[in-house]
Structure formats: C-alpha cells, structure tokens
C-alpha cells in the first residue's frame, strides 16, 4: 500500500519531551529521503528534518537545531524524531514524508510525495 503512518504525539509542557515515529508499511522506502514538517493552525507547513537513506547526512531547521533528533531505522521502517526542550511555538500537526533520491531541495514540502496523515503536538506554557 506504500503508507506512512505517524505516532507519539500528544500534550506536554513547556521544557518537556516527546518523541515521534513514522512506520512505513505495504512496503520498503530504500533509496528515499525521509523527513518532518510541521503545520501550526492557520499557518503553512514548514520544514523540521530529513536524514538520507543511508543515514549518513541529516538536516535541520534553524528553529530546532539542537533540540531535536532525527534518525532512521531501516530494517525496522521506521523514521524518529525526539523532540527536547519543547516550546509552544513547536505546537502543530507533524508529518511524516518520504521520496525517492536524490531531491533537489530536501527542505520543500513539494519535493516529497508520500505523506503520513499526521500526529498533533501540543506544547503548553
């Protein structure tokens, strides 16, 4: 089926942690950059993080350089993002998405087309 289904969202406060997975099921994602976005109420979504296929190089946004993590596990088709030191600005849906190598430009929405339905982080102050 070629799905991506995201986990581990929920409600935290301000300084807390959560840590989010994506699971690709229906079949193996080899070859494919793998990355986060975020899409707070009312706002575009923006990017959060990818790692290659062999895990070798990873980016962030400048907004959560340094605390957050991602990585990839590839016998387990699963993709993390741990996510520290959470403000309420990092409230939002997160998406989990995927594409085939290389990709132009890793940090725009329209380069990726397979999509997770999405899993709300909500960050109190």
């Known amino acids: 089926q070629g799905q991506l289904v995201e986990s581990g969202g929920g409600l935290v406060q301000a300084g807390g942690s959560l840590s989010l997975s994506c699971t690709a099921s229906g079949r193996t994602f080899s070859e494919h950059t793998m990355g986060w976005f975020r899409q707070p109420l009312g706002k575009e979504r923006e990017f959060v993080a990818a790692?290659?296929?062999?895990?070798?190089?990873?980016y962030y946004a400048d907004s959560v350089k340094g605390r957050f993590t991602i990585a990839r596990d590839n016998a387990k088709n699963t993709v993390t993002l741990q996510m520290n030191s959470l403000k309420p600005e990092d409230t939002g849906v997160y998406y989990c998405?995927?594409?085939?190598?290389?990709?132009?430009?890793?940090?725009?929405?329209?380069?990726?087309?397979?999509w997770g339905q999405g899993t709300q982080v909500t960050v109190s102050s």
């Open positions: 998405a995927a594409d085939r190598e290389p990709l132009r430009f890793l940090i725009r929405a329209d380069e990726y087309g397979y």
């Open positions: 790692v290659t296929w062999t895990g070798r190089s990873t």
